[in-house]
């Protein structure tokens, strides 16, 4: 009876565990959904309550944290649940890593709201609700788990670096130009970069979840396409009737 109400007890830690990341996975997800609307609405009062909700996300992988290092000091955990609570611990820091990119891009989305609005800004909104596509697929592969979801998540990482590259090309070529779009499309840069790492942090729950699955590393090359370091942009032609 006690060793059945031991395993009793470890499941439902499990359980409590998996529940607290599905919580902190739901809130980063409502903190990228308020950051992106914030830039399209250049809305300052989104974009601060953004910013605000990043200690609650920080305070939730503390929790987490503390859970998981509960049960591995007392449970002593093997095999698949070793892996579910390392796994744990592993995607409450990428969340958390998320959440601090989201609120890097409210703060923009801050600034931005300054500004006269400029054409790119509606490629920044695409990109990130695909970001917030794959973030939602990732989380539910954890929570089913489905390692072909987390998979097929995994494979996504491209279209989000695909969309970051052409940003960039735009952006470069909107501030060349004209000078004036140079502060607004700097920050937009600086937003697009943020939204691709938030994609990166997304692929690296995924590779964890298979993990946690499989027991081994998701084989193959990781999927990147960032050109940016190699980009080369032409500066537009002097107007002949200069």
Known sequence: MADQHIVKQFDEELDEMRATIAQMGGM?????????????????????RCQEADSEIDAMEDKI?????????????????LRAILAALKIAHNLERMGDYAKN????ASALAQLPEVGPVNGIVRMGRLTHGIIKDVLDAYAEPNVDKAVAAWTRDQEI??????????????????PRNITACA?????AKNIERIGDHATNIAE????????TRLEGLRPKSDRTSYAVVEPPEADEAI
């Open 187 to 191: 920050h937009l840069l600086f937003v």
């Open 161 to 178: 670096d695909q969309m970051y590259n052409s940003l960039f090309r735009e952006l470069l070529t909107y501030m060349m130009e004209d």
């Open 105 to 108: 891009v409210a703060k923009r």
């Open 65 to 81: 944290e503390a859970l998981t290092t509960r049960m591995l000091a007392l449970r002593q955990p093997v095999a698949l649940d």
């Open 208 to 215: 964890t979840v298979y993990f946690q699955e499989k027991g």
């Open 28 to 48: 980063v997800e409502q903190q990228m959904t308020n950051a992106i609307m914030a830039i399209s609405r250049r809305d300052e009062v989104m974009a601060k």
